[in-house]
């Protein structure tokens, strides 16, 4: 098993620690042991950042940073390949487009909301209708800056999951985000296919 070398900075920090610890045994020098020696490097050094000191029990600052690595959902809904004509889809996007039906799940749990859902999409498509209005809500900002990312508006992403599995797949043509006025980004428009 080889022994990577310890960096000067990993020195220092040892030696800061050593510093502050008490010693066993007096008389033998343990604040730099044969393993952590520093030994010179052939490549040049890179300038490494400083970091703040932090103190055991003190909370960590709040970063504005999002840990979200997937594009936004308006974002991955819009690169979805139109299924429906241009025409129609441009009057939705301007709002000019009436939707036939609509379900609020505001509120709901995931248990509540999927069987409403599906039972909503399944009744509409019965009925003929072709524009629906789901509404989900926009959801709490729950992201407290921690290292495990959290989404805001659970249901607002769990529906276009739901709208992608079966047995509502094969009744879904298409899912856009909803104008403003029927909601904007806590809302869906689910465009459904004809009756056959």
């Given amino acids: 098993m080889s022994r990577r070398r310890i960096t000067p900075e990993?020195?220092?920090l040892w030696q800061q620690v050593a510093k502050t610890a008490e010693r066993l045994d007096p008389k033998r020098d343990t604040t730099t042991p044969k393993l952590l020696?520093?030994?010179?490097?052939?490549k040049p050094e890179t300038p490494k950042t400083e970091i703040s000191p932090f103190e055991i029990g003190?909370?960590?600052?709040?970063?504005?940073?999002?840990?979200?690595?997937?594009?936004?959902?308006h974002e991955r809904l819009s690169r979805q390949p139109l299924q429906m004509d241009k025409r129609t889809n441009t009057r939705?996007?301007?709002?000019?487009?009436e939707p036939e039906a609509r379900i609020d799940l505001h509120g709901m749990t995931l248990a509540q909301?999927?069987?409403?859902?599906?039972?909503?999409?399944?009744?509409?498509?019965?009925q003929g209708k072709r524009l629906v209005?789901?509404?989900t809500g926009?959801?709490?900002?729950?992201?407290?800056?921690?290292?495990?990312?959290?989404?805001?508006?659970?249901?607002?992403?769990?529906?276009?999951?739901?709208?992608?599995?079966?047995?509502?797949s094969g009744l879904v043509?298409?899912?856009?985000?909803?104008?403003?006025?029927?909601?904007?980004?806590?809302?869906?428009?689910?465009y459904l296919r004809r009756n056959r």
């Fill in 37 to 42: 020696q520093a030994k010179p490097k052939s």
């Fill in 138 to 168: 926009k959801g709490k900002n729950t992201d407290t800056g921690g290292p495990i990312p959290t989404r805001n508006g659970v249901l607002r992403h769990a529906v276009p999951q739901w709208l992608g599995m079966a047995p509502l």
């Fill in 92 to 97: 939705l996007k301007r709002g000019k487009v």
């Fill in 133 to 135: 209005l789901v509404i």
């Fill in 173 to 190: 043509l298409q899912i856009t985000q909803a104008h403003v006025r029927h909601g904007g980004g806590g809302a869906y428009y689910v």
């Fill in 10 to 12: 990993e020195l220092k």
């Fill in 113 to 126: 909301a999927q069987p409403a859902l599906t039972g909503f999409i399944l009744r509409a498509q019965a």
């Fill in 58 to 73: 003190q909370t960590s600052r709040a970063s504005d940073h999002r840990h979200d690595t997937l594009p936004g959902l």
